[in-house]
C-alpha cells in the first residue's frame, strides 16, 4: 500500500552531479519528514540530508554542506537531492525514507557511483 521508490543513480566523474528522485504514494506526502541516507560499503548508513514535513527546515551531513540539496514537491509526491561538486566519497547507495509520528518507511536505494 505504500511505496517509496528511490531513482536517478549512477555513475558520475567528479566534480560532476546528479539529481536523485524518491517518489511516494499511498500517503499524505507533505505529512512526512524526508530524508535522504546513504550506505557505503562496510560502512554504516548515515543521514545525508532531511526536509521537516512543515517549515522548510533542513538538515545536512556536514561534508555535504553546499554541495548537496534537498527539496520536496508535495503536488507530485517526490523529494529530490541535487548533488554537485561529488566526490568519490560519495560514492555509495542512497535510500529515501518518510517518517511521521506513527510511520517510518524507506525506499530500496539506487546506487552512485562517483569515479573517473
Known amino acids: 500500500q505504500v511505496q517509496v521508490v528511490e531513482s536517478g543513480g549512477g555513475l558520475v566523474q567528479p566534480g560532476g552531479s546528479l539529481r536523485l528522485s524518491c517518489a511516494a504514494s499511498r500517503f499524505i506526502f507533505s505529512m512526512y519528514a524526508m530524508s535522504w541516507y546513504r550506505q557505503a560499503p562496510g560502512k554504516e548508513r548515515e543521514l545525508v540530508a532531511a526536509l521537516a514535513s512543515a517549515g522548510g527546515s533542513t538538515i545536512y551531513k556536514n561534508s555535504v554542506k553546499g554541495r548537496f540539496t534537498i527539496s520536496r514537491d508535495n503536488a507530485k509526491n517526490t523529494v529530490y537531492l541535487q548533488m554537485n561538486s561529488l566526490k568519490p566519497e560519495d560514492t555509495a547507495v542512497y535510500y529515501c525514507?518518510?517518517?511521521?509520528?506513527?510511520?517510518?518507511?524507506w525506499g530500496q536505494g539506487t546506487q552512485v557511483t562517483v569515479s573517473s
Open positions: 525514507r518518510a517518517r511521521n509520528p506513527g510511520n517510518d518507511y
